[in-house]
């Protein structure tokens, strides 16, 4: 198996503390590869102050017409920010999925990890509109589940 130190460690993304040591947990490898792609992808161009062209331009997709020009303008605006911005991959193809119910876009993004030559894959979710009423959530959760609230309530029946 190779090495694949040359890969890089870094945080773990979203920040979590490792209770055994009391250290942020880092990741590595072809992890660190993928975290870094959902970084870009969710870190707005301009964002950030001292990298002010890091980062991706997909949130003025939010509001768009979903029509095939606009959808290949979008998915040639992730492919060019993602090998622009992130050297350790290549060969990026970007496949994308409307679901009309959800009001998103399923967005899988495949990669090679030059240094590796290995295949991995990244599938995003892209909300076109976060506005759902509170009926549609609740279709959403899976069987069993409930929320803080419904739980106490079932405890006080019991």
Do not use: C, H, W
């Not at 399923?106 to 509109?129: G, H, Q």
């Amino acid at each position: 198996m190779a090495d694949k130190r040359f890969l890089g460690t870094g945080m773990k993304f979203p920040p979590q503390i490792d209770p055994a040591t009391g250290r942020f947990v880092t990741v590595s490898g072809n992890r660190a590869v993928k975290e870094s792609l959902y970084l870009i992808l969710m870190t707005q161009t301009t964002e950030r102050l001292v990298r002010p062209e890091f980062g991706s331009d997909i949130m003025s997709f939010t509001f768009m017409d979903t029509g095939t020009t606009v959808m290949s303008m979008f998915r040639r605006n992730i492919t060019e920010t993602i090998l622009n911005q992130e050297p350790r991959i290549s060969d990026v193809d970007v496949d994308m999925e409307f679901r009309e119910k959800q009001g998103a876009i399923i967005i899988s993004i495949n990669y090679l990890v030059a240094a590796t030559n290995s295949r991995e894959n990244l599938v995003f979710p892209f909300y076109l509109d976060r506005g759902q009423s509170m009926e549609e959530e609740e279709e959403k959760r899976p069987e069993g589940y409930f929320d803080k609230a419904e739980e106490e309530k079932m405890e006080e029946e019991v």
